[in-house]
């Protein structure tokens, strides 16, 4: 895939198409009430500097724990926005981040604090940084999980460190866009630190024991995939040549 392919398929989605609409709207909404120059300044900084520390929280606590699969409304959800993207990485069908998650949040986590400087302008400038952020978050995530090759070494970093999130240990490089907040909270690794690769890269901890008690999100799969994704693929195919 050539960066061109990438970015047309890129704005094309329509989570991205819907972000930059939202964002042009906040945009018109501090037209309307302005903020002070160092009050629109200070929000849309903080609306960028914001999204990287929720994301990684989020990622960690609430995508990375154990506690929604044990709710049966929960479930699908969890299912939706991370079980099923780490079973397999290369499924772009939930690459992207789902509407109904990602906009409250980026709400709640901008809204407030924007207000908070600057009033309705304020809030307006940090709802707009955070969806644009997203977007710049959503277009490494595609660099990291398509088959395109970045030519920069500082991307190529991202990559890997993202690749073994998600094909060495889960438990760690929680970041996509950066890697200061995992640096600083001691879940920064490479995988020449860690001496094997974890049993729940792939499942999260969600297994068949785990589902006896829990058993939604593996109803809603039709089961619990192990292994390596591109393992599981070659046994469905020789399993479809024999049949």
Known sequence: MTLRE????????????????????????????PAGLVASIAAFAAGVMVYPLVWHLLHQYVLHGTWMYKHKWLSPTWKRIHYDHHQDPN??????????????????????????????????????????TTCYYEFMHCIQHLSFK???????????????????D????FGITNYWWDHLLGTYYQKKDRAKRSKTVFNLGYDETVAKDYPWVKELSGGIATGHPRRRALTKENDQATA
């Not at 398929?9 to 909404?29: N, R, W």
């Open 6 to 33: 990438l970015v047309v398929a890129y704005f094309q989605h329509y989570t991205i198409m819907a972000y930059l609409a939202l964002a042009l709207a906040a945009f018109g909404v501090y037209a309307w009430q």
């Open 170 to 173: 889960e438990t760690g490089n």
């Open 150 to 168: 970045p030519k920069w070494k500082w991307v190529q970093h991202m990559k890997q460190r993202h690749n073994e999130h998600h094909y060495f």
């Open 91 to 132: 499924d772009l069908s939930v690459l992207f981040g789902a509407l109904h998650t990602t906009l409250p949040t980026i709400a709640i986590a901008t809204l407030p604090i924007g207000f908070l400087i600057g009033g309705i302008g304020g809030a307006a400038m940090a709802f707009a940084a955070g969806l644009l």
